[in-house]
T-cell receptor, first 113, second 112 residues
Framework: EPEVTQTPSHQVTQMGQEVILRCVPISNHLYFYWYRQILGQKVEFLVS????????KSEIFDDQFSVERPDGSNFTLKIRSTKLEDSAMYFC???????????FGSGTQLSVL | KQEVTQIPAALSVPEGENLVLNCSFT??????LQWFRQDPGKGLTSLLLIQSSQREQTSGRLNASLDKSSGRSTLYIAASQPGDSATYLCAVRPGYGQNFVFGPGTRLSVLP
């Protein structure tokens, strides 16, 4: 079965530092998403990306966050100045169509100290 | 705003039992619904996707049903096994290309 790949699996950073989380979606997919899950809480939507632009974003996705698809394969989430409350598991997902199944990566566990 | 709830929050059953997990959503205008499995500290594995026009989907021992008008879906697991122990998440997609809205999950333990 095709896979979404995320790197790194764990990231530890100091408060105020910038982090970049990387994702390689499934190759023929067109829709890309970032979600996060704080320990013990629901999976929360951050942002969706289609046709090289953000199509939807949540209230969580403020000016500290940005996404980019720098080439034909990678999809990145940047947090400019991390806060303690950004500590969470971050998941990337992709879908072949607007109605298609979501495929999730295995996540990046971000710990902000 | 779409809200998704799941009952029960946790469930413990002996191996071999058939069981039902419930998912409810507040807005019946959905495009599709997806059930996921999450193992502790791991990613989400897609189990079944039901389009709004469908009533059910089956994969092996899993069967998911959808009653859009009443805002409900159920995941039926037949002949449960210890390897089925995980958290099961229900997620609803309100519209074409839109993000999935997740429920809080049901934590399932199947005892040998």
């Amino acid at each position: 079965e095709p896979e979404v790949t995320q790197t790194p699996s764990h990231q530890v950073t100091q408060m105020g530092q910038e982090v970049i989380l990387r994702c390689v979606p499934i190759s023929n997919h067109l829709y890309f998403y970032w979600y996060r899950q704080i320990l013990g809480q629901k999976v929360e939507f951050l942002v969706s990306f289609y046709n090289n632009e953000i199509s939807e974003k949540s209230e969580i996705f403020d000016d500290q966050f940005s996404v980019e698809r720098p080439d034909g394969s990678n999809f990145t989430l940047k947090i400019r100045s991390t806060k303690l409350e950004d500590s969470a598991m971050y998941f990337c997902a992709s879908s072949s169509s607007g109605l298609g199944r979501f495929y999730f990566g295995s996540g990046t566990q971000l710990s902000v100290l | 705003k779409q809200e998704v709830t799941q009952i029960p929050a946790a469930l413990s059953v002996p191996e071999g039992e058939n069981l039902v997990l419930n998912c409810s959503f507040t807005d019946s205008a959905i495009y599709n619904l997806q059930w996921f499995r999450q193992d502790p500290g791991k990613g989400l594995t897609s189990l079944l996707l039901i389009q709004s026009s469908q009533r059910e989907q089956t994969s092996g021992r899993l069967n998911a049903s959808l009653d859009k008008s009443s805002g409900r879906s159920t995941l039926y697991i037949a002949a449960s096994q210890p390897g089925d122990s995980a958290t099961y998440l229900c997620a609803v997609r309100p519209g074409y290309g839109q993000n999935f809205v997740f429920g809080p999950g049901t934590r399932l333990s199947v005892l040998p």
